[in-house]
């Protein structure tokens, strides 16, 4: 597949996180909706075409082939401590986890009985722990109306179990959330409110310290190894450090940037997921990794 570098790129960057000449580039726009990238040990990365319900590999070499049809309409996804994919399968507001063979374990089905919102991303830390999202976005199709449960939170799945819990039910459209390689601190999105918020996560993996980190939300994120958070939506991907000062400004001419994550073999690779298309642009830094 053809790829081709975005006319128009210019790109704020005070840090000097891209690469010196480096260009956006488009790989592919022959999807529906691209969402949830993921990026496995070898740097390989996974995202999906939920409208189409398919989850797509884009490997190290730069060969495109689709991973999953029938993916439960998968949306965020992340790798697990074993290598398996842990994907938000809001076809039926669910939770599974697929093996490197595609196979599939259901690890949730519901709240205490209700049918989740739509479970849309996720962070699973070195325990296998999954802490998730759960806004409400009616899907075209779910053969129910309507939510099951009042609010739109944030959860907790602990490992092993099939039973999320509520972990913070103060907002409007929860969404975009990442966890720090060291276990130590969790960044969750409220795209409708417009604002970003940072956990301390506690020995025993419940979150207290919630701090508003940045007046603006996002749809998906990611960590570099400078511990620099990338945000998207609108205008493209907008970098923060860790102090919260925007450091860079990443246009993407699509209407809308969906997730992004870090992948290739070396994990200086930005991979962009923006409505039809999906992108890469070549970094001087990598992404976050575990110690």
Request: with cysteine; aromatic share 12%; proline share 5%.
């Given at each position: 597949m053809?790829?081709?570098?975005q ?5 704020f960057?005070?840090t ?6 480096a ?19 070898a ?5 999906t ?8 590999r884009?490997?190290t070499?730069g ?9 439960g309409r ?14 938000c ?14 196979d599939?374990?259901v690890?949730m089905?519901?709240?205490?009985g209700s ?6 991303d996720l ?6 722990n ?5 806004p ?6 779910w ?9 739109e ?9 099939s039973q ?22 969790l ?25 508003l980190?940045?007046?603006?939300g996002s749809?998906?994120m ?6 620099n ?6 205008d493209?991907?907008?970098?923060y450090?860790?102090a919260g ?6 246009p993407?001419?699509?209407d809308?940037?969906?997730?992004i994550?870090f992948?290739g073999?070396d994990r200086r ?6 409505s039809?298309?999906?992108?890469t ?5 990598a ?5």
């Amino acid at each position: 597949m053809a790829q081709s570098e975005q006319e128009v790129f210019t790109a704020f960057d005070t840090t000097n996180l891209i690469a010196p000449g480096a260009t956006l580039i488009r790989v592919s726009n022959q999807f529906s909706f691209t969402e949830g990238p993921a990026v496995d040990e070898a740097g390989n990365v996974f995202f999906t075409d939920q409208p189409n319900d398919r989850i797509w590999r884009y490997s190290t070499d730069g060969t495109l082939s689709v991973f999953k049809e029938k993916a439960g309409r998968s949306n965020g996804m992340y790798f697990d401590p074993s290598g398996n994919l842990v994907t938000c399968a809001d076809e039926n507001n669910e939770i599974w986890s697929i093996s490197p063979q595609g196979d599939v374990t259901v690890l949730m089905t519901d709240h205490k009985g209700s049918r989740l919102n739509g479970p849309n991303d996720l962070w699973v830390d070195a325990t296998g722990n999954i802490y998730f999202t759960d806004p409400y976005y009616e899907r075209d199709y779910w053969k129910h109306d309507g939510p099951d449960i009042d609010g739109e939170h944030l959860y907790f799945l602990p490992y092993g179990s099939s039973q999320p819990e509520k972990i913070d039910t103060d907002y409007v459209k929860p969404n975009g959330i990442i966890g720090t390689p060291d276990g130590q601190r969790l960044y969750v999105a409220d795209i409708d409110d417009d604002k970003t918020y940072r956990y301390d996560i506690n020995p025993d993996a419940s979150l207290s310290n919630r701090q508003l980190f940045v007046e603006q939300g996002s749809d998906g994120m990611i960590l570099d190894e400078r511990g620099n958070l990338y945000l998207t939506g609108g205008d493209g991907v907008t970098v923060y450090s860790a102090a919260g000062e925007k450091i860079a400004q990443i246009p993407v001419d699509e209407d809308w940037t969906g997730n992004i994550c870090f992948g290739g073999a070396d994990r200086r690779m930005l991979f962009i997921t923006a409505s039809e298309s999906i992108y890469t642009l070549q970094m001087q830094v990598a992404g976050a990794k575990k110690p």
